[in-house]
């Protein structure tokens, strides 16, 4: 796919541009190479390993409560590595990933977040809730969304990959949403379920693939049953005006911002 690749550039097909369009995801095979992925997994292995400090609740268990041991998650959720980590800022994957979020939504995105998302081996309770991103966001006259999950480690069935219920993003109100456990303050996810007529699209990916999703199709993950980490790295890109208008609401993304709104729908970034 490198001939897909033209510096920071990575050129989508019009075929593309049509699926994310019309089911509200896509695949992209080969944004990075397997020496671009191997670079950016030295330095997300030291979040794995506590090297790079990220204080609070924005290194938790997307899968658990708060109080669990860190020893013990099953999903490593690292909101905004970037902050906790500035050199790592304008990387390879961001810039990107930059070109890919501009030729499917328009001019004027931005990064609104990143985030890290790590299944530990042998955790099949590993699982991200069905849920649709715009349920965690306050609203904004701009939706306009690319989230872009990149593979670090092939995504496969029995690692937990990426799953889809491909239009939904086209309903006309999002489903209701609920705390995974008892309320926000226990556990950061939201999910809500599956209705009888949906159909599910599991999306294994491969090394340096890329789903790219909006804010609005319906989509979660599974456990992790194999010997080996499923890590995934995410970027949101956002409009440039909503990004405003949530940093002005005091909706920061973090845990750890003490203006950062905490109400009935949801508080950070989430993505599977």
Known sequence: MDDRIEGDTYRVTPAEH???ADRGYVHLQGLLTADEVRELAATY??????EIEVPGKDYCDM???YGRDPEDFSI???MLPRRYHPDWQGNVFERRAASVAEQ???PGMAIDYDQLLAKQPHKADAVFAWHQDMAYWPETPDTRTATVWLAIDASTLDNGCMRFVPASNHERRLRPHTPMLNDRGESHALGTELRPDDVVAPTPISVG????????VLHGSGGNTTDG????YVLAFRSVETITTE????FSHSHNDDDTVLDEVGVAGESR
């Open 18 to 20: 049509e699926r994310f």
């Open 45 to 50: 292995d030291r979040f794995l390993r506590r």
């Open 63 to 65: 899968a658990g409560d």
């Open 76 to 78: 490593i959720n690292v």
């Open 104 to 106: 499917l939504c328009g």
């Open 209 to 216: 693939d890329v789903t790219v999703h909006n804010e609005r």
């Open 229 to 232: 980490f499923r890590r995934a």
């Open 247 to 250: 940093r002005d609401l005091g």
